[in-house]
């Protein structure tokens, strides 16, 4: 049986990049301190970080400066949280996308041990996060590879056909922020495993004041009965917005 892909979160110490790749080594589970409470958001509203949805949460990530809002049944990782995907069958599971400051909706939404180690993993129904961009060649080609990376780690690997990808098109988030926004989706996905399910990506890419390419993402679980729909999926990526940022 082929296990099923899934999302790898890591609390990284001394700061640490967007991808799973920590500065220090990784905290054990234990010391990973609990979300934010329902409704808190990670900064103060003195700092522009109120949310711009009644009744939505803001996640901040203070590395990147980059804050957007979530329904308020979403819990706030810490600012330090990455979560990334990697190859199945890569022993160093080395990351082939991540994000840091997340914010996730049902993490355990699905629970299972299909390659029977005995160790249950969980599959959230989506998350969404930012990161940096510095190999990126461009706004359209990080948004597309960005959703196209999420999709496949966590959804349609080993088999990178049934992942379609759509064009990068421009968009303008509520702050003014111009970018471009890209989707993926995997369909066809085997459903060996019992958290097998088919998924989909929406990436915006931009550039910030100091020219760096930054996205934004959001990945989740596609064609059940409590899939984000898209509607949301666009008014969360529409409150993406730029806030200070700390070394």
Known sequence: ???????TGLLVLGGGGDDGRP???PAGADTVPPSASPGETRAGAEDGTAPL?????????????IAFDVPAPWALKSTGWVSYVAENSDPEETPLVGFSAPAILKEKWC??????NGTREDTPLAAAGSRGQPDARGTAEAARENARLWVYGSYAQPSKEKVTTGAAKPFTTRSGITGS?????????????RCSYDGRATAFAFENPAGETVSWTFV??????DEVPEPTVRKILGTVRLVDSTP
Request: aromatic share 2%; no cysteine; charged share 25%.
């Open 1 to 7: 049986m082929v296990p099923a892909a899934g999302v």
């Open 23 to 25: 500065d220090a080594g």
């Open 53 to 65: 949805v009644p009744g939505w949460k803001t996640v901040v990530n203070p590395k990147r400066g």
């Open 111 to 116: 629970r299972s041990d299909d390659d029977g």
């Open 181 to 193: 926004v890209a989707t993926a989706t995997s369909t066809g996905v085997d459903g060996r495993g």
């Open 220 to 225: 989740g679980v596609r064609g059940v009965d």
